[in-house]
């Protein structure tokens, strides 16, 4: 397994080591910055328009210049940054990038995953905090978790499109409810990652009555007794649940976690759950598994390929329910999405901790309170 833990998120949707409970440092005293220079902030491709829901401000109050860049190819973007003190990508950043950067303290992105954060190590060795937001939209992750969930299970899509299409009113047409092989009460979840976003998932499973194990190899024993799960080998959480609900980072240890030698495991009446990143599963694998049975069905937030191509035969099967990328979509936690990396910034040029740090062994380097 890899040297990052195995937990959430769209981990981990919980992919945020050297966390704390500091307060966000939005304001700067006089001489904050050294020798009084204003530190230079870039912000690439943003969602939408940059400062619409309070991140611009919290740079400027900060004293920081802020430049928005469209800059995406690596030549573009590190013409861009070459002189920045600070870096906010929407998207990723090659290690070619990583590398280039001279001035650069401090890169934070408002994503839980960073699989498309190349060359970490590259700034590690360069004294650069990486930050991510482990913790913003771990509610909606996890309640998307049971959309899909109770979608597979009872049949949603396929009898809201027999209503639309006017099955209910065709006497001669049958509803296409399928076979129901279980219920959810009282079955087996099985959480592969138990960070931020899997304990979520595990605390809502209480009111369905369901039992919860879970693998992780990096979360403490204690998380798990604290929670009421019992602490499970990957190979039994896959043999032993009703419901497998995926929640770790995409990294190399995880790419293809789940593939056919899984699959094999599984019960036949099991539901596979993915909200963390697609290439975490193996999606010929998957495939193969759903059309011989080896498993009932599939709720899929990702998938291997985004936007999933129009010819995936996943789209073509009734026991599959696939959203786009959405689980972590709300208004309230895509606008604190949007404000944190701005707050995680002006913590780290003024010399404070952030709140998340992808990077830890970077820290021994520098001398944040």
Not at 74 to 99: F, K, Q, R, T
Not at 301 to 315: A, F, G, H, K, R
Request: charged share 20%; glycine share 8%; with cysteine.
């Amino acid at each position: 397994m890899a040297t990052r833990p195995v937990s959430d998120p769209q981990d981990l949707s919980d992919q945020g080591e050297g966390m704390s409970s500091g307060s966000s440092h939005s304001g700067v005293a006089g001489g904050a910055y050294a020798h009084g220079a204003r530190p230079k902030v870039v912000v690439l491709s943003p969602w939408g328009q940059f400062g619409e829901v309070g991140e611009r401000d919290i740079l400027e109050r900060a004293g920081c210049d802020v430049i928005v860049s469209k800059a995406r190819t690596d030549e573009e973007v590190i013409a861009a940054v070459h002189d920045a003190d600070a870096i906010i990508p929407s998207w990723g950043l090659s290690a070619a990038v990583m590398a280039s950067l001279t001035k650069c303290r401090v890169i934070a992105r408002s994503s839980i995953g960073m699989d498309t954060i190349h060359g970490i190590d590259i700034a590690t060795e360069k004294g650069i905090v990486v930050c991510n937001v482990p913790d913003v939209f771990v509610n909606e992750v996890a309640d998307h978790t049971y959309a899909l969930l109770l979608a597979c299970v009872r049949h949603i899509v396929p009898l809201h499109n027999y209503v639309v299409d006017g099955g209910w009113s065709d006497p001669n047409r049958q509803h296409p409810m399928g076979p129901i092989s279980h219920h959810v009460y009282g079955q087996t979840l099985g959480l592969v990652g138990f960070g931020n976003i899997g304990r979520a998932v595990a605390k809502r499973a209480h009111g369905f009555d369901l039992k919860v194990i879970a693998y992780d190899p990096f979360t403490p024993k204690e998380v798990f007794l604290e929670s009421g799960v019992r602490q499970a080998t990957l190979g039994q959480v896959l043999q032993d649940s009703d419901f497998v609900s995926l929640h770790v980072p995409l990294m190399d240890a995880t790419h293809h976690l789940i593939g056919a030698p899984q699959f094999r495991l599984m019960k036949p009446s099991a539901l596979l759950i993915n909200t963390c990143r697609g290439p975490v599963v193996d999606e010929a694998a998957l495939i193969d598994a759903l059309n011989h049975g080896m498993i009932l069905g599939a709720g899929l937030d990702v998938t291997e390929e985004e936007p999933t191509p129009s010819d995936n035969p996943l789209l073509k099967m009734s026991n599959v329910v696939i959203t786009p990328h959405t689980a972590s979509a709300s208004d309230l936690a895509g606008a604190e999405r949007r404000r944190r990396p701005s707050h995680e910034v002006v913590a780290v040029l003024t010399g404070h901790r952030p709140r998340a740090v992808w990077n830890p062994p970077v820290l021994s380097k520098l001398n944040l309170k």
